[in-house]
Each structure stands twice: as C-alpha cells, then as structure tokens.
C-alpha cells in the first residue's frame, strides 16, 4: 500500500480525497491543511510557491510515495518547481476548462476560481490552448474559501455572496460552470439553487485520482490485505475543527479508516 500525501490551503482539498477514499480505498493517507494561511487566492505568487514547496517537502520527508496538490492555486503557482525539487510523482489540480468547453452546448463556460488562478501563468497558457469559439466568463469567488473554511458552507451568507459572484455568469448565458477551486465543489447545493440543474457543473475531482490511481500503480508498492487503510489529519490552525470538518463535507465514511488528527508544528 502507498503513502499518499495531500496538501491543501485549508478544506478545499477534502473534496479531492473524499474520492480518493471512494477510488483508492486502500492506501494510506496524509491530509495536511494548510489553513492558518488560507486562503491562498489572495496571497503573492512568490509566498505561494516557497509555502507550497516547503509543505510539500515536508511530505516527501514523511514518507509518502506521491503527493497531491489538491490546491488549483498552489498548482497554478508552484507545481512546476515542486516537480523539479522532489523526485516522487506530483499530481497537481486545474480549472477543467478543457472538458468544459467540449460539454458546452452554447460556447459559453463560467468560470468560478480564485483571483490568483486566473490571473496565473498557468491558467492563461490552458485558455490559449482552446479554440477562440468557446467565451468563458472568469469570475473570482472573493470571500467563498473564508466561509467555506470556517464552516459556513450552507449558510444563508455564503449563498448571498456566491449569487453576487455567479451573476455575470448567469446573465451571460452560461451552460457549463468549471469550478476552478477544490472549495467549491461544496458549495453544488447552493449553485444548483441558484442557477438550476441544466447547467453542467465541471469538477475534477475524479479526474485527478484516476491520474494518481495510475501514478501509484507505475511505482508497483506492495500490495496490502486490508480493505480500508488509515488517514491522519494535520493542520496548521486546529486539528480538531479541520477533523470535524471533514466528518461534515465528506461522503466518504472515515468510520472505515484508522483516523488521526494533529495539529502542524512549524515547517521551513
């Protein structure tokens, strides 16, 4: 069994490995969250990627034998000298535009992410990659990773801000929505009340494990007889809200899995 490391900001993140546990039931896990500093999104693209790489460091130091960005800002900011730093597969996040402009019926594709994705390197290297036919209508989600991480996912706040951020969307028209931030697939409640069920929603959660799930299989680890392995929780703020956090947004069932939670000591 492999020892999987994934980094997030904050709880974003949990949406990523509740469906590695979906997929990948078997591994071990490291969740380490990050959220004594989130949200990212707001944060110079230089602190992103030394944060990001230190974390990820400290992963690779823990044993784990591939890591997850499963922060579409970290990635869109650090992957690529994480990549060149730590010689274990790095398996990194990104807006779905790509699939999102192959569903579209209309051409027309929100994008809901953080300020620091869309303006980065990254992402605007992905959009000039697609055909000039699709419009896509970038919106930043200001605000929605702050409530999402201090529980307030569902709240009547949340979805007043989250109605502001998606009406440019809405009033272009838009068909598919790319949610470009591992936040935001818990907020799917909200948006299909505000916008409806026609419009495709583009996550890619199962997208990225998959990519894992084959990473994983390319490094042959030895095989184990157990059906669940176990997931430790670290935190960089409270260990205990991130554990109940993750009992609250995830479907996974952690009652399955050998679960601990710590708090994060410093990392340089």
């Known amino acids: 069994m492999a020892l999987i490391g994934v980094f997030d900001s904050g709880v974003g993140g949990l949406s990523i490995l509740d469906e590695a546990l979906r997929q990948l039931p078997q591994h071990h896990y490291i969740y380490l969250a990050d959220?004594?500093?989130?949200?990212?999104?707001?944060?110079?693209?230089?602190?992103?990627?030394?944060?990001?790489?230190?974390?990820?460091?400290?992963?690779?130091?823990?044993?784990?034998?591939?890591?997850?960005?499963?922060?579409n800002t970290a990635t869109a900011e650090a992957i690529k000298q994480i990549r060149e730093a730590i010689a274990i597969p790095i398996i990194g996040v990104e807006p779905g535009i790509k699939p999102a402009a192959m569903q579209s019926q209309n051409n027309i594709v929100g994008v809901l992410a953080t300020e620091a994705t869309l303006k980065s390197d990254k992402f605007i290297a992905l959009l000039n990659t697609l055909p000039n036919d699709c419009q896509f209508i970038k919106q930043a989600g200001a605000g929605l990773v702050q409530l999402i991480e201090s529980g307030q996912a569902d709240s009547v706040d949340t979805l007043e801000l989250l109605?502001?951020?998606?009406?440019?969307?809405?009033?272009?028209?838009?068909?598919?929505?790319v949610l470009g931030c591992t936040h935001y697939p818990?907020?799917?409640?909200?948006?299909?009340?505000?916008?409806?069920?026609?419009?495709?929603?583009?996550?890619?959660?199962?997208?990225?494990?998959?990519?894992?799930?084959?990473?994983?299989?390319l490094l042959k680890t030895e095989s184990g007889n157990k059906e669940f392995g176990s997931v430790l929780f670290?935190?960089?703020?409270?260990?205990?809200?991130?554990?109940?956090?993750?009992?609250?947004?995830?479907?996974?069932?952690?009652?399955?899995?050998?679960?601990?939670?710590?708090?994060?000591?410093?990392?340089?």
Not at 236 to 255: F, I, R
């Open 35 to 71: 959220s004594a500093n989130a949200p990212y999104g707001e944060k110079t693209s230089e602190w992103i990627a030394d944060r990001s790489l230190n974390l990820c460091r400290y992963l690779a130091s823990k044993g784990c034998d591939a890591i997850v960005i499963a922060c």
């Open 234 to 268: 670290l935190s960089s703020k409270n260990e205990a809200s991130l554990l109940s956090m993750a009992q609250d947004l995830m479907s996974a069932d952690l009652t399955s899995h050998a679960v601990e939670a710590r708090i994060l000591g410093e990392v340089r």
């Open 163 to 177: 109605a502001k951020h998606l009406e440019p969307i809405q009033d272009a028209g838009a068909d598919t929505l």
């Open 186 to 217: 818990f907020l799917r409640k909200s948006i299909r009340k505000l916008l409806g069920e026609s419009i495709t929603l583009i996550d890619t959660s199962d997208a990225v494990v998959r990519q894992l799930k084959r990473q994983i299989d």
